[in-house]
């Protein structure tokens, strides 16, 4: 008698769907974007963190020499590279927005959506990659496409 294999695949199985992926990707990022963004070019944002560190200074004491850093905040790298007014330079001279580089000869590399490691598997589901069943369960818990497809 032969007996049916448990490992065959449903039909029911949504693939890979790469405008998912980039949406999922664009709002990703986008999500960074927003929780890294802390613009200092406004004074109040200023003026609140100058009180804020007085404020802390006055509850516990205060070293010889050291003083408070108004710009310590964090921004983002947009707004770094808006600052520094790189668009006023000569294209001639070598900045961030001229350098380049050739592409890679070899091939790209794949890491593990979940922990970042080198990884040799797809999710038949999304396309994301991952490199254990530890983290496949991860991947199948909370970040798989299948949900916002």
Known sequence: MLKKSERTRPANVIRHDPEAAQRHLKRQLDSLERDNHESLNDVEGLINNVLAQQEDDSRRKRHKGSKTNVYSAKTNFNVLLEDSRLELLSPNSPSYLTCAAEPSKYPPRQFCSVCGFQSTYKCLRCGMKYCSVKCLG?????????WTA
Do not use: D, G, I, N
Request: net charge positive.
């Open 138 to 146: 991860t991947h199948q818990e909370t970040r798989c496409l299948k």
